[in-house]
């Protein structure tokens, strides 16, 4: 049975950091085209960030530079590494495998 579990969010000041993380279980991240999403009120979710099969990443266009993504297969964990945090980075991110999604973690970025 395919599981996904976000945590790491939080309330965080602009320019400051947060790691999320997304356990899986049922598959092996790996294996498999593992992406982060997230939403805002009122809107559709965006794809933020992914990472393919042999290790290749991609970003959205407002988070390169700044947001990292990565696995720890041993672990069968995902990352999103955030910094310099953006008021605009505020939503619920939610990791997402084949039509599986999590949970979701909220991330609010305020002063």
């Known amino acids: 049975q395919v599981r996904l579990v976000e945590s790491g969010g939080g309330l965080v000041q602009p320019g400051g950091s947060l790691r999320l993380s997304c356990a899986a279980s049922?598959?092996?991240?790996?294996?498999?085209?593992m992406s982060w999403y997230r939403q805002v009120p009122g809107k559709a979710r965006d794809v933020v960030a992914y990472i393919t099969t042999p290790g290749s990443t991609n970003y959205a266009n407002a988070v390169k530079g700044r947001f990292t993504i990565s696995r720890d297969n041993a672990k069968n964990t995902v990352y999103l590494q955030m910094n310099d945090l953006k008021t605009e980075d505020t939503g619920v991110y939610y990791c997402k495998y084949q039509a599986n999604w999590g949970p979701g973690t909220q991330v609010t970025v305020s002063a």
């Open positions: 049922g598959f092996s991240v790996g294996d498999n085209l």
